[in-house]
T-cell receptor, first 113, second 111 residues
């Protein structure tokens, strides 16, 4: 297993367009997380899945954001009607259990112009 | 609400020196404390995980300690190298499945 994979690595989009990111977790991990990181800040929690169930969403996740994890495998994060404030690094992580720590992917850097 | 603080925000040291990075957290009811490294424009690489029942973890030139009672963790780097230059982030994990991160310490090792 090669770790957590995220696609694309970079995305430049015009304001108002929709974008979708994909995350493939470590195959045996049942927990999957999305975080957002802006320049000079630590990552902030967005949402988390246990298997296919989305168990928690941050207040940072406005109605324009939606995440799915069909069949408890890969996950997608969609942002509709992007705004310049959405420009950030979107990080995905997975974990096998609460005490086992988290493995992060390389992230998707979104730039909204 | 958990808050994590890392001081200093930036640190420059000559190559070969030993150094300590500091992390403090407000809620001692944590499951674990994890240290990460982040290179510019890249994702996070896990360095060390200390579970709440442990006091320290070691990997090569890195040693991380955890003192839950005082809300502190330190990352010790021995014999620093230019390749150690990066931003180091600590994150506390509570029972709510969320990681709370500090804002990081940007480390520069001067050759």
């Amino acid at each position: 297993d090669t770790g957590v994979s995220q696609d694309p690595r970079h995305k430049i989009t015009k304001r108002g367009q929709n974008v979708t990111f994909r995350c493939d977790p470590i195959s045996e991990h049942n927990r999957l997380y999305w975080y957002r990181q802006t320049l000079g800040q630590g990552p902030e929690f967005l949402t988390y899945f246990q298997n296919e169930a989305q168990l928690e969403k941050s207040r940072l996740l406005s109605d324009r954001f939606s995440a799915e994890r069909p069949k408890g495998s890969f996950s997608t994060l969609e942002i509709q009607r992007t705004e310049q404030g959405d420009s950030a690094m979107y990080l995905c992580a997975s974990s096998g259990a609460l005490n086992y720590g988290y493995t992060f992917g390389s992230g998707t850097r979104l730039t909204v112009v | 609400k958990q808050e994590v603080t890392q001081i200093p925000a930036a640190l420059s040291v000559p190559e070969g020196e030993n150094l300590v990075l500091n992390c403090s957290f407000t809620d001692s009811a944590i499951y674990n404390l994890q240290w990460f490294r982040q290179d510019p424009g890249k994702g996070l690489t896990s360095l060390l995980l200390i579970q709440s029942s442990q006091r320290e973890q070691t990997s090569g030139r890195l040693n991380a300690s955890l003192d839950k009672s005082s809300g502190r963790s330190t990352l010790y780097i021995a014999a620093s190298q230019p390749g150690d230059s990066a931003t180091y982030l600590c994150a506390a994990s509570g029972g709510n499945e969320k990681l709370t991160f500090g804002t990081g310490t940007r480390l520069t090792i001067i050759p």
